[in-house]
């Protein structure tokens, strides 16, 4: 009665397990985020170089993009689609910045490009597949029941 006014934040589990689901690999691509904002400081110094801009500006948008996303993960798969994006503009950035001869910060970029890339999709498709949790979302907030959904035509049932 006293938290009346509060907003209901209690899930269904399968939503609950479809929003872990996004959210573990929306975490490591924040960490990997932070890792390629940071990399200016720790391979090379502070520089005036394109390439440190370069990590600090698609560093920083990736870190904002993967906050949104942990806070909410649902409303914001669009966002995992951009951060894959980005994720690929990290893995050719060596050799538009003309860094492949340096080997650590080649082998560094290439790896958290993948890893953005790779955990972006991850995390995009989480729930899209069938049976996936994310899958019957849907239904579960429309409070049917699972014999009523295993009811529907297949073609209604996957529906976000």
Same mark, same amino acid.
């Given at each position: 009665?006293e938290?009346?006014y509060l907003i209901?934040?209690?899930?269904?589990?399968r939503v609950?397990?479809a929003?872990?689901a996004?959210?573990?690999p929306s *975490?490591?691509? *924040?960490?990997?985020?932070a890792? #390629? #904002?940071?990399?200016p400081?720790?391979y090379?110094?502070v520089?005036l170089? =394109?390439?440190? =801009?370069n990590?600090?500006?698609?560093?920083?948008?990736?870190?904002?993009?993967?906050?949104?996303?942990?806070?909410?993960?649902?409303?914001?798969a669009?966002?995992s689609?951009f951060?894959m994006?980005l994720?690929?503009?990290?893995? @050719?950035?060596?050799w @538009?910045f003309?860094?492949t001869?340096e080997?650590?910060r080649f082998v560094?970029?290439?790896?958290?490009?993948?890893? @953005?890339?790779g955990?972006?999709?991850?995390?995009?498709f989480?729930?899209? #597949?069938?049976g996936t949790?994310l899958a019957?979302a849907?239904?579960?907030r429309q409070g049917?029941e699972?014999?009523?959904?295993e009811?529907?035509?297949?073609?209604?049932r996957?529906?976000?």
């Amino acid at each position: 009665m006293e938290h009346e006014y509060l907003i209901k934040t209690e899930h269904p589990p399968r939503v609950s397990d479809a929003m872990i689901a996004m959210r573990v690999p929306s *975490f490591v691509v *924040f960490l990997a985020s932070a890792w #390629f #904002f940071v990399t200016p400081l720790a391979y090379y110094g502070v520089s005036l170089d =394109a390439s440190a =801009a370069n990590c600090w500006c698609v560093g920083g948008i990736l870190l904002l993009s993967c906050t949104a996303r942990l806070w909410f993960p649902i409303p914001t798969a669009g966002l995992s689609w951009f951060n894959m994006i980005l994720g690929l503009w990290v893995l @050719i950035s060596p050799w @538009i910045f003309g860094f492949t001869s340096e080997t650590g910060r080649f082998v560094n970029t290439l790896c958290l490009g993948t890893v @953005i890339v790779g955990m972006s999709l991850a995390s995009v498709f989480a729930g899209k #597949f069938p049976g996936t949790p994310l899958a019957t979302a849907y239904e579960d907030r429309q409070g049917l029941e699972e014999q009523e959904y295993e009811m529907k035509p297949p073609r209604r049932r996957h529906r976000y």
